[in-house]
């Protein structure tokens, strides 16, 4: 029995999708714990792509079982269409495969109104969410009045619900927002039908882990987003409404902590960011554009361009002191190929000639931190056909064990391209 947490180290889309998916062959049960469907992971098997945002990535494997914990915000309009997409690309997506829990808060209409409203009323200082409505479901989930999954089930409370919910939110939508009124009966009729529909899938999650793990198997728990996007730990503001470190797989599953074997934290071969917020190592320059061109960083969920600059070891071991991570898996090192010169920031440096290793809290010092750069010889070789961690390239190698050096933890895999072959394992994980 193991339980293996995946986390993305950075901004998120370190591709985690992609190393889910692989690992997914050594577990029976695949778990998402927190975020929603601003999440988006993409998979590509047998050459054909995959991009999920609720559902998790190991739903390919036809005997493993996906489970969406209770610290997901589900939108079930979304999770109906990913489904019916899977199933018309002949996934089979059965409620045997796919468990639901019970407990997971809902995204209703209101969130999404209110997500959109509240970015537009910031202009400038927006943070550049993905609009999905995950900010205000957390409120309300905080605030004890969010809709869970379980009462989709009970027509009568969930009308309650929506109808004292849809009356204070009207009341910022049209008074505050200047935005159109909500119908709740209109809404009512549509998440009764949602209800209908995902019932058979909804089940007490935590209880069926408990059950795989005292029958000795393995789960794998897959993060969305990333690190510096942790309510608690991140770039606050500019960061999600949930946990997306380590522990939260626990909290966000109803697992208990003793039950965690290991933490393998994803690190993109160089650094993204979508949306709003403070990126020192970002490049706005042709190099930025040539990364983001060349390893095609355009959102999965939004499409929006994504920010590109160098590795930041400092953001990658922050998030393995915040996660425990026992391992790091590498992505996209093909997408350097080609560099002449390839920067690692090792620490900041501040305006009185001082040096952090941490990310410190306050953005206005954020703000004044200068990157301290170590620069490393590229490659020109293509790394896509390489399997063998000692047929890469010399500076590959070099590049990749100082970066393990300052991160603090050993590598466990290296990917080389998008497909699920594509990888280098250095270390099992199951
Ligand atoms: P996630 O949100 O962490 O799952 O990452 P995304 O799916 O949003 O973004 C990662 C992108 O990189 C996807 O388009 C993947 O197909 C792609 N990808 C993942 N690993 C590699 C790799 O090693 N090389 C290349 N070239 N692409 C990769
Ligand atoms: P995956 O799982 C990258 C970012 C948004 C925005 C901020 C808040 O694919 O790595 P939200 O809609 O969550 O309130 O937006 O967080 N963000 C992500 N960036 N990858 C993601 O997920 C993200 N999910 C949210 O762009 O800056
Ligand atoms: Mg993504």
Not at 111 to 136: C, F, Q
Not at 151 to 161: C, H, V
Not at 273 to 291: N, Q, Y
Request: hydrophobic letters at 40%; one cysteine or more; charged letters at 25%.
């Amino acid at each position: 029995m193991a339980c293996v947490v995946v986390v993305g180290s950075q901004w998120g889309d370190e591709g985690k999708g992609k190393v889910v998916d692989l690992l997914t062959e050594g577990v029976s049960g695949i778990v998402r714990f927190q975020g929603g469907n601003n999440a988006g992971h993409t998979l590509v098997v047998g050459g054909e792509k995959f991009i999920l945002h609720l559902i998790p990535s190991g739903i390919l494997y036809a005997d493993k079982t996906s489970y969406i914990g209770n610290g997901v915000v589900v939108d079930p309009e979304v999770l109906l269409m990913e489904i019916d997409r899977l199933i018309s690309r002949g996934v089979e997506v059965g409620p045997q495969r796919l468990r639901l829990s019970e407990r997971a808060q809902v995204i209703m209409p209101y969130h999404k109104a209110l997500d959109l409203a509240r970015e537009k009323a910031k202009g400038g200082a927006a943070i550049g969410t993905t609009g999905r409505g995950i900010g205000p479901c957390y409120e309300d989930k905080a605030a004890r009045v969010g809709v869970r999954v379980c009462d989709l089930l009970e027509p009568e409370l969930l009308k309650a619900k929506i109808e004292a919910n849809v009356k204070e939110k009207n009341f910022w939508l049209t008074s505050y927002y200047q935005e159109p009124a909500l119908d709740p009966a209109a809404i009512l009729e549509q998440y009764l039908a949602y209800g209908r529909r995902l019932a058979p899938h909804v089940t007490d999650v935590s209880l069926e882990l408990d059950g795989l793990l005292k029958a000795g198997k393995n789960l794998l728990f897959e993060g969305a987003q990333g690190t510096h996007l942790d309510i608690d730990h991140g770039t606050y503001p500019y960061v999600t409404s949930s946990n997306p470190v380590a522990g939260s797989a626990c909290t966000g599953a109803g697992v208990g902590v003793t039950r965690l074997n290991s933490v393998q934290g994803l690190v993109k071969a160089y650094t993204t960011r979508v949306g709003g917020g403070p990126f020192p190592t970002e490049l706005l320059d042709a190099t930025g554009e040539w990364l983001r061109d060349k390893g095609g960083e355009f959102g999965s969920t939004t499409g929006r361009p994504r920010r590109c600059g160098w590795l930041d070891a400092v953001v990658v071991r922050h998030a393995v002191r915040l996660s425990g991570i026992t391992g790091l898996c590498i992505t996209k090192l093909d997408v350097l190929t080609g560099l002449d010169k390839i920067k690692l920031c090792v620490a900041y440096r501040l305006p009185d000639g001082s040096t952090l290793e941490a990310l410190p809290a306050s953005l206005t010092r954020l703000a004044q931190c200068q990157p301290v750069y170590e620069e490393f010889a590229g490659w020109r070789d293509d790394l896509t056909g390489i399997r063998r961690y000692e047929d890469l390239p010399q500076a590959c190698r070099v590049y990749l064990g100082r970066l393990s050096e300052l991160a603090g933890a050993p590598l466990t895999l290296v990917s080389v391209g998008p497909e699920r072959e594509s990888t280098i394992m250095l270390k099992k994980v199951f």
